[in-house]
């Protein structure tokens, strides 16, 4: 099973400001996905990144996924207090899904 | 896209009874559907993987008697957990696999979140 290593754990900032989180493994990504999940609630897919290189936005969101398919990041620009929650991580064969430990960001207004 | 529901959202129950958690999938057809378990503050852990029609998969260190899954057509997976004590209080998720041939994503439920007294 692929370790997938997100960081940072925690994250909390004001509403304005930018930010990165990343997601990391020692081996080759397959494909990955970007979840975002609120509490108590199941995570929602945001992208799915496959070739090295790729960058993918999504209004202020932007991902990056490594040349290697080793890593990925996610950049919110101007972040909102909507954009509080757990980002996910996740990659897999025949869907079946290995999540990373998540960022959890909170916006604050 | 697709919709998944969960059902109950949330249920309480007393140490030593069982618990029945459903997943639909509401508006297609799926062969295959995952169940996760989430910790609070941590990531989903895949337990185990419902084929329609076969008996369920489950991934290392989950007890298949503990955690009995059923699914019985191609719209419904349930998950079962038997004689629930404390430590199986978690949130609860689905997944559900569009049918090969459409666009091949999975989407998840909304979870229950089980509380065992």
């Known amino acids: 099973t692929q370790l997938l290593e997100q960081s940072p754990q925690f994250l909390s900032i004001q509403e304005g400001e930018n930010l990165t989180v990343y997601c990391n493994s020692s081996?080759?990504?397959?494909?990955l996905q970007w979840y975002r999940q609120e509490p108590g609630e199941g995570p929602v897919l945001l992208v799915t990144?496959?070739?090295?290189?790729e960058v993918k936005k999504l209004k202020r969101l932007t991902f990056q996924f490594g040349d290697a398919r080793k890593d990925s990041s996610l950049h919110i620009t101007a972040a909102q207090p909507g954009d509080t929650g757990l980002y996910l991580c996740?990659?897999?064969?025949?869907?079946?899904?290995?999540f990373g430990k998540g960022t959890l960001l909170t916006v604050n207004p | 896209g697709a919709v998944v529901s969960q059902h109950p959202s949330r249920v309480i129950c007393k140490s030593g009874t069982s618990v029945k958690i459903e997943c639909r999938s509401l508006d297609f057809q799926a062969t295959t559907m995952f169940w996760y378990r989430q910790f609070p503050k941590q990531s989903l852990m895949l337990m185990a993987t419902?084929?329609?029609?076969?008996?369920?998969?489950?991934e290392q260190g989950v007890e298949k008697d503990k955690f009995l899954i059923n699914h019985a057509s191609l719209t419904l997976s349930t998950l079962t957990v038997t004689s629930a004590h404390p430590e199986d209080s978690s949130f609860y998720i689905c997944s559900a696999r569009v049918l090969a041939g459409e666009t091949g994503e999975l989407f998840f439920g909304e979870g229950s979140r089980l509380t065992v007294l």
């Open positions: 996740a990659s897999g064969s025949n869907y079946k899904l290995t």
């Open positions: 081996s080759v990504f397959s494909s």
């Open positions: 990144v496959v070739t090295g290189g």
């Open positions: 419902s084929n329609e029609g076969s008996k369920a998969t489950y």
